[in-house]
């Protein structure tokens, strides 16, 4: 499939290796002149790049 895109949305999971791979595949789609829009990709400290399982365990975790 070659189908190209205007805007491309990340939404990221805050993981550094997950938001580089995102942001590589989102080259290969993306038209000349095209926009990606990235969230959740640059968190203010290494202490929130943790995976999903280690938040859940976490006691600082709110709302998860």
Do not use: C, M, T, W
């Amino acid at each position: 499939d070659d189908k190209k895109f205007d805007i491309i949305f990340i939404d990221g999971d805050k993981l550094e290796k997950q938001v580089n791979r995102d942001i590589k595949n989102s080259l290969k789609r993306l038209k000349d002149n095209g926009f990606i829009i990235l969230k959740d990709v640059n968190p203010p400290a290494k202490y929130y790049q943790r995976g999903l399982a280690n938040v859940r365990r976490s006691s600082h975790a709110a709302g998860v």
